[in-house]
């Protein structure tokens, strides 16, 4: 469940804040940069990040100590890292 709050936040945030910028690419007839920056760049750093920070906290602390990939809690680190990154992907130039 921490998993899909956090991918769905994500990706709602990556919607709002790049969403003009997509219409605007879209009527361009640039598909790519829109399923880019709305879909897969948000996915990537998510899973990239989250992996990450799993596999390093699961050497520190222990096999026994943290919860399953899915529903730890370090899924919204990852999910922070991607909003960050949307962030800086919508004040950025244009």
Do not use: E
């Not at 899973?47 to 096999?63: N, W």
């Amino acid at each position: 469940m921490h998993q899909m709050i956090a991918l769905a936040l994500t990706l709602i945030v990556a919607l709002l804040l790049n969403g003009g910028a997509a219409a605007q690419m879209v009527s361009a007839g640039y598909w790519g940069g829109v399923i880019g920056s709305l879909l897969f760049g948000p996915l990537i750093v998510f899973y990239v990040v989250h992996t990450l920070v799993y596999f390093a906290v699961r050497l520190i602390r222990g096999k026994d100590r943290v919860l399953s990939y899915t529903r730890s809690r370090i899924n919204y680190v990852g999910a922070v890292v991607a909003i960050l990154g949307v962030l800086g992907a919508a004040a950025g130039p244009a």
